[in-house]
């Protein structure tokens, strides 16, 4: 404002700045008043609930007779009490138990932990008879699980205070180096000892740096703890709070209590339905539920830097829960950083060396299988030994480009079926095969994202040898009706396999039995001709059989998570892999060498889907069957055939 140019003198600009600035302290000093009568208003309240909670202690405790675990157990089913009015009692001796700490007091603390672990002990006892069915009455209002929602309780208020002292030690060390402080000024400070008034001597200061180290709860899952060490990012303390106050407060999640590590949080509650908080675990409402809950965590800006994922509770006991008859649905919290990309680790010099040497071993597997194939045509290895004509290997080409089109369909099913359902994944890596039967066992191909439920990880894990089966059976009556329909001129060309072959797939020998009839009646020593169209869906669906088989990170141990769940499905998986180790010692060399595929590069549990909760429909689950009892044909030999296979 020009004041040349104005009505209004300087002088009367001083007035009003004076008056402004009067009335902005008046204000400033009713804030501080306002505030300071909230802190006595705060005070007053925490002082009241503590002398609540210390009259609930002492008239707790004075109703029992004998201060045991059992007369607290049975005053918790007398008085009706709730694991919610237990955890102020609980807190109440937890901060004495930090005063008797901090006084140095011992008997104090003796007393205080002897109190907390009767509560606790009480708390086991009312939850077994719960689980026993003895309040199984509608007055009773224990959930069942309180012993681990105290815990919960306790761990998390522990994990609090280590935070408050580790900021307060860093504090510490940070105005130590800042004011040039002595490692033995900081010492004696630390130990409150008297510290002389000497002359500052050229003594480097205190440094360093605060080292945290973390012990992982048993509630994270083992598949993600790579992925969560690689990531290097910890779980801000506010959005864990926002999340428990802003999201799932708004939600139908009713949280009862949670966990936290730096790098991780867990939230136990029940899922409201209609208003009201149900036990029951209805995998269709989990779905809807977790569904909002990601929309809230968008609508707060939080899902930029914190994913969720719904799965069982991992400390669900049967034999403690027995009034839960399976685990309750919670919630875990992990930084966005953590994704399931091994190539975060470094290393993609190695990586993409050792890729490039294993897929050119299974090409050359591929090519030898094709030789071999024709190794028993005696117009071939006459061509090829006697008269060095290298011009008849041209004709393996078919088979080498017919078994990497099957693998190409494989793998093009699972793209298809991963861009549809918005998983990543990584270059597939070829496995070579050194036996006659197969050219190639097919590929390793890892999850790069988390996918959305178990119907999507199903989806994407037995498209590929679905589609692998399929495209084999059709290549199969292909090569069959030529090899039926082939002039003697034509058959001295084809591939020469033995009967015995033929037999050590029951799948193969009934198709064979169907099409050509004659030829299973032959000696199994019998050599035959075969098409070359055969001779690639005989390698296609043998690979697909291998893939499907139910053990961790194969499609089929993938698709078997999907539809039995992370438990069962790891107890299948150790029992199929126990199946195959002992068909290897039995004498079969391919199950011995995919069992040891499997030991050294896929027995890792799998990374979780996002919803873990929600399970596959019923056309799923009869897919999954279908595809498992598909493969046992295919693995199992034809009657009269070699078994194990060799």
Known sequence: MNLTNSSISASEYMEMAARYKKRAKEIMDEAIALEAQQQAKKAIKIQQQDQVNQEAI???????????????????????????QLIPIVHTLYEREKSAIAANNTEQLEVARSLLQTILDGAAITDGRKGLEK?????????????????????????????????RLASDLYDAIKSNTTIEKYIKKSLG??????????????????????????????S????????????????????????????????????????????RGNIRSKGAVTEKNNS?????????????MREKSISSRVQLFVMPDPEWAPDRDK???????????????VVPDDTLAGRSKIRKLVRNVVSFTAFASICNFALRCYSLNWSFYSSIIQANNFAHALSCCPIVAGIIAVQAAHEVAHLLVARRNG????????????????????????????PRNRCSLFDWALSGPLTGIIVSLVLMIFGLHHTVNASHTALSRFPVISIAELKCSFLVGSLTSLIAPKVMMLPNSQPIPMHPLFMVGFTGILSSALNMLPVFRLDGGRACTAVLGTRTSALASSWTLLMLLSAAISGSSIFGYWAAIIIFFQRRQDIPVRDSVTQVNDMRVAAWIASLATSLLALLPFPGGPFPLL
């Open 323 to 337: 009034q839960e008859p399976k685990p309750k649905p919670v919630i875990l919290a992990l930084p966005r950083a």
């Open 284 to 296: 269709e409402l989990v779905a809807n539920v977790f569904d909002e809950i990601q929309h809230l």
């Open 193 to 222: 000892l008297a510290i002389e008034n000497e002359e500052e001597t050229d003594v480097k200061p205190t440094a360093g740096n605060q080292t945290s180290v973390t012990v992982l709860p048993y509630w994270i899952p083992l």
């Open 423 to 450: 998983i990543r994944t990584g270059k597939p890596v070829p496995i070579p095969s050194p036996y006659l039967h197969a050219g190639l066992f097919g590929c390793i191909t890892p999850l790069r994202s988390f």
């Open 224 to 267: 993600l703890l790579p992925y969560i060490v690689a990531a290097k990012t910890l779980l801000d303390r506010k959005d864990v709070e926002d999340i428990k106050e802003k999201v799932l407060s708004t939600s139908r999640f009713y949280c009862t209590s949670s966990e936290s590590v730096p790098v991780a949080a867990l939230f």
């Open 58 to 84: 002492r008239r707790f405790f004075s109703s029992t007779k004998n201060v045991s675990s059992q007369s607290v157990s049975e005053l918790l089913e007398k008085e009706r009490w709730t694991v919610d």
């Open 135 to 167: 309040l199984s009455d509608k007055s009773s209002r224990w959930s069942g699980k309180g012993l681990s929602t105290l815990t919960a309780q306790l761990k998390e208020w522990r994990r609090k205070d280590e935070d408050s002292f580790q900021r």
